[in-house]
């Protein structure tokens, strides 16, 4: 539910940036709240979960899961927000998409500055469109089979043996949902690994000291020195002199 929740609060930044032309900075300024949001809900669920007693085992995979004993648990606390979070992203995605095609003849602009800030656009755009569709689709489908067993759940309880009509749940159905919950985290790995988020984790294991921080080659700085002089024929004729200087003190002479 948590990532469900992450792709909520993505489809909300892309809705803002899109649709209401939100800056980066204006929408970083918010990141706290949606940080809090993202983990805050999920974090509310599991207690809920928690103090309600309703943990238990899928059959089929054996790990812990919500709602495979109870039909409404299942309803109230996988079914309904799973549907809620996919509704609610696809729309904003949507409405984002059609805001940006619907201005998209006045970013064509003859500067460098709006040909590279087009195309930066276009490949966020580009982006966000790819994981859109590898998520949606997923998704829908682990939200149809959360509707099936649902749906069907009472009935196959309540299956009366050696009887004509008897409905069994389909197997594929299920694997089918496994399947596609993990294609959603492969996809959302996919989107969080960019070289950005490298470099980030890069600098956080610089920051702890974990690694060392690869020297940097300085540029030498060049210093002019004047080449020396040779000497004249004058100069050297007037190194070469030897000065005499006379004192007389009481009719001597004394040469230096």
């Known amino acids: 539910l948590r990532f469900n929740f992450r792709w909520v609060v993505l489809t909300i930044s892309w809705f803002l940036a899109a649709a209401l032309r939100w800056t980066h900075e204006r929408i970083q300024q918010h990141s706290s709240l949606f940080h809090l949001a993202g983990w805050g809900l999920p974090a509310a669920q599991t207690i809920a979960v928690l103090v309600l007693q309703d943990v238990d085992a899928d059959e089929l995979t054996g790990a812990c899961f919500v709602g495979n004993q109870n039909t409404k648990s299942l309803l109230t606390f996988v079914l309904v927000p799973q549907f809620l979070y996919l509704v609610l992203g696809a729309s904003l995605l949507l409405i984002g998409f059609l805001a940006l095609f619907r201005r998209r003849p006045q970013l064509k602009v003859a500067t460098a500055a709006a040909v590279a800030r087009r195309d930066k656009l276009e490949m966020t755009t580009m982006r966000l469109g790819v994981f859109g569709i590898l998520y949606t689709v997923p998704a829908t489908c682990v939200v149809a089979s959360l509707f099936y067993e649902y749906w069907s759940r009472e009935e196959w309880l309540l299956m009366v043996p050696n009887s004509n009509y008897q409905p069994r749940p389909s197997l594929w159905i299920f694997l089918l949902r496994l399947f596609m919950s993990l294609v959603v985290g492969i996809t959302a790995a996919g989107w969080v690994w960019s070289p950005k988020t490298l470099r980030a984790w890069r600098r956080l294991f610089y920051r702890f000291g974990q690694y060392k921080q690869a020297p940097v080659k300085c540029h030498p700085i060049q210093?002019?020195?004047?080449?020396?002089?040779?000497?004249?024929?004058?100069?050297?004729?007037?190194?070469?002199?030897?000065?005499?200087?006379?004192?007389?003190?009481?009719?001597?002479?004394?040469?230096?």
């Not at 004249?232 to 230096?256: A, C, I, L, M, W």
Request: hydrophobic content about 10%.
């Open 223 to 256: 210093y002019y020195a004047p080449p020396p002089q040779p000497f004249t024929p004058s100069q050297r004729s007037h190194h070469g002199h030897k000065s005499h200087r006379k004192h007389r003190k009481h009719g001597s002479e004394t040469t230096v």
